[in-house]
C-alpha cells in the first residue's frame, strides 16, 4: 500500500521559518513529479510547489515564491519543504502528494495524498 506521512508543522510567529518532511512508502517515486498542497479552513486545496525528478525544475505558486523551497531526497524517497518568512496567510494543514497527472498543477493531477501537517504561523 501506498503512503505518504507529512511531518514538521506548528505553531510558529510571523517571520518564523518550519521545514516540512513528506515520506513516502510503498513505492519509489523517484521518476515522479512531486508536490505540496495546503488547505485552510472553509478553504479549498491550494497548489504551493511541485519539483520534477530533476532537482532543478520546480514551480512555485506566486504566493510563495522567494519564501519556499521544494527539495527531495529520491534515495530516501522523501520530500521536503522549506518554508521560510512565515506570514499569517501561510496558515494551512500542508499536504504532499504525487503528480500523475501532465496537464496542470490542479490537485485532481495528483495521487496518494498524505494525512498532512498543520501549519500555524501567529501574528
Known amino acids: 500500500q501506498v503512503q505518504l506521512v507529512e511531518s514538521g508543522g506548528g505553531l510558529v510567529q510571523a517571520g518564523g521559518s518550519l521545514r516540512l518532511s513528506c515520506a513516502a512508502s510503498?513505492?519509489?517515486?523517484?521518476?515522479?513529479?512531486m508536490g505540496w498542497f495546503r488547505q485552510a479552513p472553509g478553504k479549498e486545496r491550494e497548489f504551493v510547489a511541485r519539483?520534477?525528478?530533476?532537482?532543478?525544475?520546480?514551480y512555485y505558486a506566486d504566493t510563495v515564491k522567494g519564501r519556499f523551497t521544494i527539495s527531495r531526497d529520491n534515495a530516501k524517497n522523501t520530500l521536503f519543504l522549506q518554508m521560510n518568512s512565515l506570514k499569517p496567510e501561510d496558515t494551512a494543514v500542508y499536504y504532499c502528494?504525487?503528480?500523475?497527472?501532465?496537464?496542470?498543477?490542479?490537485?485532481?493531477?495528483?495521487?496518494?495524498w498524505g494525512q498532512g501537517t498543520q501549519v500555524t504561523v501567529s501574528s
Open positions: 510503498g513505492r519509489t517515486f523517484s521518476s515522479y513529479p
Open positions: 519539483i520534477n525528478w530533476s532537482e532543478s525544475s520546480t
Open positions: 502528494a504525487v503528480k500523475l497527472g501532465v496537464y496542470s498543477d490542479s490537485d485532481k493531477q495528483y495521487a496518494y
